[in-house]
């Protein structure tokens, strides 16, 4: 479910990093005006909890696999949606950092997929709505169960929206739809029996815990939340085009995919112009690979709506620099391994 | 991990700030690249393995963690060479399609950009992440809540790897081990931690707390810091314009025909 | 010097689950004075120890620390003057580092910045731990978190110093150099535990609490021999004052 950096374009990765910053910004000022600083070691405390709940797991029966615990939600309902969304997001922090489990630029991505949706959204309009004023097992029950699989799959989804904008992957997008909406319906109908499990136990321990949550809540208007989301997604898709037109990636290369035309102008940059006088002396060489051009061709065109111009155009993918991005890569790893050691022996030698 | 960033090197002396930022830029130009331009990306080792050897970091460790973090983008990579066939390039006389490009392309990425990250913990510490952080305006609240987050994660893991520890001994045959004592179990360890929040509420109480939390910088943002930050952003950004890859290439190629 | 004085008068507490934990508890401890409070798990020490420093407060009865009662508006100088170390180390020492966890009670009493690093680094020192200035506090043994946890109150130079079960968790040799360490000290010690050796070394006085009450309040010597007494309120000779096992005789008490 975590979305690595491999996988994203900077469009992507940069605006959902801007729109969770702004989330984290706008939650801890709603927390500062509410908040009792018991709460400061609390959330913390629950950070950890969410670790270390993780690590404990229950055998799904006939199955033989097992389920943990998912989070968002429980958080949701113990601390409240501000507290929630940052402790989530402090969570996901610590796991790209040392658990390389999501990336550093797809944190964006991760804190609005794991965070924004259970927390401001699943919370407020699904839990709260369920719970009304009156607590009962049963609706408390139904009520943690639905908000976690709903959380989650509006979380995949965003997945693979992300993924498919980033323009990395080539799944296509029923496929890939396909594939993560059952896949988590599975895994968010566990999270919500688990998540469900630990509620009704606090509720019958220390009912206080989970009811006492009721009033802080009751500031979060669904108005102002849809407001803020047409904001951010008029910000969002403004960052978004002036990215894709800034860098011609992810998006002109899905056009290029379903229009069968290369739409790659040559980008306005000196450097591509650089990068192409290079290729055309390399083209002087007599090397075999320039006299390869020609018969690179045809194979090529097995797509006849993919003709030889595509080949040319793009320096990367040409044969005149494949082999010598081939021997230059294997070249600047060695130097770079190289001057690894450098470093280290010089310090040897020091110390 | 952790002791990791307690040693003490040039690298691990530099303000957190301009490591962050430099490995921020760092991460920018690396996912920058078109799925297909696989050469370009080399250059950027030079970054993670500088970190790693000044900093004096275990270098395979970090490897067999980029490893045991690998599936996921490996999933999603995997697809690629299945849906795109077009045959872009030859090696030799074998054809080499997009798809494998790409594939091999996220899969660089990914090692560049996981092994940067964990190496840029490795030889600053979470603290000096999270002091960077708050430095460069996070909200004081989200780097407090990291702070005690990261504090009471060490505590909380031990506590309910003891719980489990004591089911499992108990257990037998899968009895014992569903989800009419995970929750119970849970929640027991989830009251204790609320319990444990309000203890060390107490001892904050005890000592002056009244509502906010005064760190102290050690670092300084100074000369070496911008020597530093100048210097990577400009290879970066060089790295980015051209491919050096392809030039080191061609020059070998020249050197030998 | 009245303000090292804590004088408590039939304090009553309740907790809002109905539990009534203190039930009339009446001392007064002087200046100078190193008191250990024993008694059986669950009957009163701890809930008596939060009302020391206003963390609760009585819900009948009154309550003195130095000049000034304890109350909502006196918590503030309450805090100041009284240093209490919990039981657990984990709860105590929150900060990422040993350095910015000695430091957080003197930011937070207002110290300007440039006396803090010597006042950290001299509480430290005094309680033997300057070289863990830089570790995480999350990577020290027991018996380092310990000392720390004391270091963490010291550095706010309180008039009394509050432990709650210093020796629990600790290797025989990190517990004797802790209570070395204890001995030095001059402040005004008040010491909740079940080591009733440590009581001997360490307390001149000993009060015993029962079921919220006091049973006992007296000179540590005699109350810890008082074999019917200890075992009324859970409690067993010291291993020190008991016969040897192998060969019958009794120790002295003091080294």
């Known amino acids: 479910m975590h979305m690595a950096d491999a996988l994203i374009s900077p469009a992507v990765g940069g605006t959902m990093m801007a729109a969770s910053a702004g989330l984290i910004a706008y939650s801890a000022k709603k927390l500062k005006n509410e908040m009792d600083d018991s709460k400061v070691p609390l959330m913390g405390v629950m950070g950890a909890f969410i670790f270390a709940g993780q690590m404990i797991n229950f055998t799904i029966p006939a199955t033989g696999s097992s389920g943990h615990i998912g989070g968002g939600i429980l958080l949701a309902i113990l601390l409240g949606p501000w507290a929630a969304f940052l402790t989530i997001a402090s969570v996901l922090v610590v796991q790209a950092l040392f658990f390389a489990d999501g990336g550093l630029l797809a944190l964006g991505c991760n804190i609005f997929n794991l965070g924004f949706f259970p927390c401001l959204i699943i919370y407020p309009f699904v839990f709260k709505k369920i719970m009304g004023s009156s607590f009962t097992r049963g609706k408390l029950f139904f009520a943690t169960t639905l908000s976690a699989i709903l959380g989650l799959q509006l979380g995949a989804f965003c997945v693979v929206i992300e993924t498919l904008a980033s323009g990395i992957s080539e799944l296509p997008f029923g496929t890939f739809v396909l594939l993560m909406q059952p896949i988590h319906l599975a895994i968010g109908i566990v999270e919500g029996l688990a998540s469900a499990a630990v509620v009704l136990f606090i509720h019958t321990m220390q009912p206080e815990i989970i009811e006492g949550t009721k009033v802080s809540t009751s500031a979060l208007s669904f108005k102002k939340v849809l407001a803020t989301l047409v904001v951010l997604a008029a910000i969002t898709g403004g960052l978004f085009s002036w990215f894709a037109s800034a860098f011609p990636d992810g998006l002109e290369w899905s056009m290029f995919k379903t229009a069968g035309v290369e739409e790659l102008e040559k980008p306005k940059n000196p450097i591509y112009g650089i990068l192409e006088s290079i290729q055309e002396k390399t083209a002087f060489l007599p090397d075999y690979d320039f006299k390869a051009e020609p018969e690179a061709a045809p194979p090529a065109g097995e797509d006849p709506a993919a003709p030889e111009p595509e080949e040319a155009s793009w320096p990367a993918v040409s044969p005149g620099t494949s082999l010598s991005g081939i021997i230059g890569g294997a070249l600047t790893l060695i130097i770079a391994v190289l001057f690894g050691f450098a470093v280290r022996k010089r310090k040897v030698v020091e110390s | ?257 | 010097m009245s303000h090292h004085i804590i004088k408590a008068d039939e304090i009553h507490f309740t907790y809002p689950d109905g539990f009534h934990a203190l039930r009339g508890i009446s001392f007064l401890i002087t200046h100078g004075e190193s008191v250990a409070i024993v008694g059986a798990n669950g009957a009163g020490k701890s809930t008596l120890l939060l009302h020391l420093n206003g963390l609760l407060l009585p819900t009948q009865g009154g309550l003195r620390v130095g000049d000034y009662p304890v109350t909502k508006e006196t918590a503030h100088h309450i805090k100041r003057s009284v240093g209490m170390v919990f039981q657990n180390p984990d709860d105590q020492l929150f900060m990422p580092t040993v350095y910015d966890d000695v430091a957080f009670g003197p930011l937070n009493l207002g110290f300007p910045p440039e006396e803090i690093n010597g006042r950290v680094q001299q509480t430290l020192e005094t309680v033997g731990a300057a070289h863990l200035v830089n570790r995480p506090t999350h990577r020290l043994s027991g018996g380092e978190k310990r000392r720390v946890a004391i270091a963490t109150v010291l550095s706010m130079t309180p008039d009394i110093l509050i432990l709650d079960e210093p020796t629990s968790d600790l290797d025989p040799g990190a517990r004797r150099r802790l209570i070395e360490l204890l001995g030095t000290f001059h402040h005004t010690k008040i010491i909740a535990t079940h080591d009733l050796d440590m009581v001997l070394d360490l307390c001149e006085r000993t009060i015993i609490i029962n079921e919220g009450s006091i049973l006992a309040d007296g000179r540590s010597a005699e109350i810890l021999r008082d074999e019917a007494l200890l075992k009324k309120s859970s409690l067993e000779k010291p291993l020190r004052l008991q016969g040897c096992p192998v060969c019958g005789k009794k120790k002295k008490t003091r080294r």
Not at chain 2, 16 to 23: N, Y
Not at chain 2, 70 to 90: E, G, K
Not at chain 2, 188 to 213: E, P, W
């Open chain 2, 1 to 257: 991990m952790d002791l990791l960033s307690y040693r003490q090197t040039p690298v691990h002396r530099f303000d957190p700030r301009a490591k962050l930022i430099a490995t921020l830029i760092f991460l920018f130009c690396v996912v920058s690249f078109h799925k297909y331009q696989l050469s370009n990306l080399f250059p950027y080792f030079i970054f993670p393995v500088y970190l790693v050897s000044a900093g004096d970091i275990p270098a395979g460790y970090i490897m067999k963690k980029i490893i045991v973090v690998s599936p996921f983008a490996l999933m999603v990579a995997v697809f690629n060479p299945i849906f795109d066939t077009a045959v872009v390039s030859h090696v030799g006389h074998l054809g080499v399609t997009g798809g494998w490009i790409s594939f091999f392309s996220i899969m660089t990425r990914f090692a560049l950009t996981v092994g940067t990250a964990l190496a840029l913990i490795a030889c600053t510490g979470f603290y000096g992440i999270c002091n960077a952080l708050g430095r460069l305006g996070m909200p004081r609240v989200f780097v407090v809540q990291l702070l005690f987050l990261y504090r009471y994660l060490f505590v909380l893991v031990e506590e309910a790897a003891r719980m489990l520890r004591a089911r499992d001994l108990r257990s037998f045959e899968n009895r014992g081990r569903g989800l009419r004592v995970y929750g119970p179990l849970m929640g027991t360890l989830l009251l204790r931690s609320i319990d444990r929040a309000q203890k060390i509420h107490r001892a904050m109480v005890c000592r002056g707390f009244d509502g906010t939390i005064r760190i102290t910088g050690t670092h300084s943002f100074g000369m070496r810091e911008y020597v530093f930050l100048a210097l990577w952003t400009v290879m970066f950004i060089c790295f980015r314009l051209w491919n050096v890859s392809v030039l080191a290439g061609d020059f070998f190629v020249r050197l030998f025909s």
